[in-house]
């Protein structure tokens, strides 16, 4: 598996002989494209929420072009900055 450079952008998965992940043969068998893909299936499989977005933030320090956070579906979470207020 290689590492990319932070200009990489991270392609979303592409069903392809039921494999997510590419393997050797292709352009796509990397770190950045794995992270990108692998996130929002631990979020289907009901990963925590706070721990994924770690993951994300990690992620988009290291490859900046991706759109790691609207990965993870946060409609769930409430986010408040006066909570007290609501």
Same mark, same amino acid.
């Given at each position: 598996?290689?590492?990319?450079?932070?200009?990489?952008?991270?392609?979303?998965? *592409? #069903?392809?002989?039921?494999? +997510?992940?590419?393997?050797?043969? !292709? @352009?796509?068998? @990397? &770190?950045?494209?794995? !992270? %990108?893909?692998? +996130?929002? $299936? =631990?979020?289907?499989d009901?990963?925590?929420?706070?721990?994924?977005? %770690? =993951?994300? *933030?990690? &992620? #988009?320090? &290291?490859?900046?072009?991706g759109?790691?956070?609207n $990965? +993870?579906? !946060?409609?769930? +979470?409430?986010?408040? #900055?006066?909570f007290?207020?609501?």
């Open positions: 598996m290689k590492f990319r450079l932070a200009s990489h952008v991270p392609k979303p998965h *592409v #069903e392809k002989n039921g494999f +997510i992940f590419a393997d050797d043969t !292709t @352009n796509s068998n @990397n &770190a950045a494209d794995h !992270t %990108y893909r692998l +996130i929002p $299936l =631990l979020d289907q009901g990963v925590d929420k706070l721990l994924l977005l %770690y =993951l994300a *933030v990690w &992620a #988009e320090r &290291a490859w900046p072009m759109d790691w956070k $990965l +993870i579906d !946060t409609s769930d +979470i409430l986010f408040s #900055e006066n007290d207020d609501n």
